[in-house]
């Protein structure tokens, strides 16, 4: 009998990589365009947001599964490739909360997932986690499920 393959009967952890167009279905096999090649480690794209990379975890910003274009860093201590997303590709971001500045390219690790993780480069302004705008929490109001329930019933049947 021959033996077992390594990592049989375990689950494998997800992957890392620089979106989530890694976890489509084979039958979406698109090679994905590289549009950028940069010498330096990969956490030196640009700027690091807090902000958006929070929103980015939260599912309120991030990079559609299907965009193919990617930001290849081939710096010794961090070689990777991230998704990004350019100003002239905005249709390729879904912004929940309007964070996206114009002019700004965007760069995606694991977008998607509870890892991500978001730098900006070009022009955008620099924002800090605690000067937070929206919420992806529900409302503080207490009455706010009787009012919504409320307009819900008013609704024409």
């Not at 033996?3 to 979106?19: E, I, Q, V, Y």
């Not at 290849?72 to 309007?98: C, E, I, M, N, W």
């Not at 986690?129 to 307009?151: E, F, I, Q, V, Y």
Request: proline share 13%.
């Amino acid at each position: 009998m021959p033996p077992d393959p390594p990592g049989a009967g375990r689950t494998p952890s997800p992957l890392t990589g620089p979106g989530n167009f890694f976890r489509l279905p084979f039958i979406d096999e698109h090679e994905p365009l590289v549009v950028e090649d940069h010498d330096l480690p990969y956490w030196k794209a640009g700027t690091a947001d807090p902000l958006l990379t929070n929103a980015c975890r939260l599912g309120d910003f991030v990079s559609a599964p299907f965009n193919r274009m990617l930001a290849r860093f081939t710096g010794g201590d961090g070689p990777a490739a991230l998704q990004v997303v350019l100003p002239s590709h905005r249709h390729l971001l879904y912004d929940r909360r309007k964070l996206a500045s114009p002019g700004a390219t965007y760069y995606f690790r694991d977008a998607g997932w509870p890892s991500c993780e978001v730098w900006v480069g070009g022009k955008a302004p620099k924002r800090a986690l605690d000067k937070l705008t929206g919420s992806s929490l529900p409302p503080a109001d207490r009455n706010a499920a009787k009012k919504k329930k409320a307009m819900i019933d008013s609704w024409p049947k």
